[in-house]
């Protein structure tokens, strides 16, 4: 299985920061790797696929980058909405497996 | 509108059996791949398994590969997740998924991502 390690796992910011979250992956993923937010008790929702494309309907503030084995999301200008936790995820073999998740809170 | 919608909470003893669904509206159902997600108390998301509705094509995690059974039925648009016998380990919420991906050859995807959840499926497993 490849293993995706998120890094930090919490971090703690406030409104208006500029939020970095890091996703390696143990083995070459080409650009097939996912990035989901969750709130809390509530479902995950696509944020950016294909490494950098962003969902139809996501704030412009998100972005992806990266290719390979390192990848990177980044949140603009921190709204009090962002506070949730983000995954990311591989899609490049089977399983499809996810990041342990990194808590994004308000500082 | 676009959705996929999930049976409601169950509460079983351990050893008992359980099939819970998730039906897709909306859209060409037969035509994306469903995923389902395991969510236990307080912690991540596990990727389970994933089939392909137009062809019952199945693809298990080593994790849940005889643990659970995933299947379809697409002429009423449904797939499932079962268990012949629940364990307490077993409780969590469990999502499906719509996968948004590519055809890219006479049997392969590029896949992008999950695009399209169920509201979740919680499940309790207790004595």
């Known amino acids: 299985d490849i293993q995706l390690t998120q890094s930090p796992s919490f971090l703690s910011a406030s409104v208006g920061d500029r939020v970095t979250i890091s996703c390696r992956a143990s083995q070459g993923i080409s650009s097939s790797l996912a990035w ?17 494309t962003l969902q139809s309907g996501v704030p412009s503030r998100f972005s992806g980058s990266g290719s390979g084995t390192e990848f990177t999301l980044t949140i603009n200008s921190l709204q009090p909405e962002d506070f949730a936790t983000y995954y990311c995820q591989q899609l490049k073999t089977y399983p499809q497996t996810f990041g342990q998740g990194t808590k994004v809170e308000i500082k | 509108e676009v959705q996929l919608m999930q049976s409601g909470a169950e509460v079983k003893n351990p050893g008992e059996s359980l099939k819970i669904s998730c039906k897709g509206s909306g859209y060409s ?12 108390p307080g912690k991540g998301l ?43 380990s077993d409780t969590a919420i469990y999502y499906c998924a719509r996968l948004k991906a590519t055809r890219v050859g006479t049997n392969a995807y590029y896949f992008h991502g999950m695009d399209l959840w169920g509201q979740g499926t919680t499940v309790t497993v207790s004595s």
């Open chain 2, 46 to 88: 596990e990727w389970m398994g994933i089939i392909f509705p137009g062809d019952s094509d199945t693809t298990y995690s080593p994790s849940f590969e005889r643990q659970v059974t995933i299947s379809v039925d697409k002429s009423i648009s449904i797939a499932y997740l079962q268990w012949s016998r629940l364990r307490a």
């Open chain 2, 29 to 40: 159902f037969n035509t994306y791949w469903i995923a389902w997600v395991r969510q236990m």
């Open chain 1, 36 to 52: 989901y937010q969750q709130k809390s008790g509530k479902v995950p929702d696509l944020l950016i696929y294909a490494a950098s």
